[in-house]
């Protein structure tokens, strides 16, 4: 084991580490249960344009700054600090490699697709059980933050470093301990935990679901941009589908 309690830089490592886990785990976990305000308690839309205009510029400045700090930065320290690795060997070790992209790509595409059956084929369980399909989905959420275009730049962004960290950075650490599917399993609860800020049940269990299909991949390629790519894929298709149909509302209310 590489890491040394006894040596205060594998100590601070441990701090950023457990600071990302803090307010990527433990915090969403908070609000679902309504210790902290949920995602959509969050209102802006009464405010005056000049002062939303502002407050997105800050929450997006903001939410880049976590993704790319929580989700990069101290997991990149954590190798370079602990386990003492090169960039090179970090890359590696995380699975993020141009060999056979091509091949990752295919499999990325072929993994948003089953993704979306998947969660289609939940979604109508759950409606015919009794739910609001309203609460099926966390985008009318966050656009409560973000007006389209940022939404757009934020979902094939954030991906990113979200697989950085689940699929690559804690994939490897719990698949040396535990084996493949004890690592694809853990994170993908873990990725699920991380989306309970939104204060609703189907917005946990698809990226549990998702988590699951996202980590089989990256065993099976040896490749994170696989996983990155299906992420990428899903998000935006299925922004674009809820832009497309706030669009129809609108045509469809302005014709009655």
């Not at 002062?51 to 400045?61: F, P």
């Not at 990725?191 to 099976?220: D, E, N, Q, T, W």
């Amino acid at each position: 084991m590489d890491f040394n309690f006894k040596n205060p830089s594998h100590l601070f490592a441990l701090l950023l580490i457990s600071a990302s886990f803090a307010i990527i785990i433990i915090l969403p976990i908070f609000s679902f249960f309504g210790v902290f305000p949920s995602t959509d308690s969050i209102e802006l839309e009464n405010l005056s344009e000049s002062i939303r205009l502002m407050a997105e510029i800050i929450t997006l400045v903001l939410q880049l700054a976590l993704v790319l700090v929580l989700f990069i930065l101290f997991p990149v320290l954590w190798y370079l600090i602990v386990n003492k690795c090169t960039f090179k060997e970090l890359l590696l070790r995380v699975r993020l490699t141009l060999e056979n992209i091509d091949k990752a790509f295919l499999w990325g595409l072929l993994s948003a697709i089953i993704i979306f059956v998947l969660i289609f084929a939940i979604e109508i369980v759950f409606i015919a059980i009794g739910h609001n399909s309203q609460d099926l989905s966390n985008i009318p959420d966050i656009q409560k933050l973000f007006s389209w275009p940022v939404l757009f730049f934020l979902v094939a962004f954030q991906p990113i470093g979200e697989e950085f960290f689940f699929r690559g950075f804690l994939l490897e650490k719990i698949e040396k301990f535990g084996g493949s599917w004890l690592a694809i399993i853990i994170t993908s609860i873990l990725f699920g935990i991380a989306h309970m800020s939104y204060g609703k049940i189907f917005p946990v269990l698809m990226p549990i679901i998702m988590g699951i299909v996202l980590g089989y991949i990256v065993i099976k390629t040896k490749n994170l941009y696989s996983s990155i790519i299906a992420h990428i894929i899903f998000n935006v298709t299925s922004l674009s589908l809820a832009y497309a149909g706030s669009e129809l509302l609108k045509d469809v209310s302005l014709i009655l």
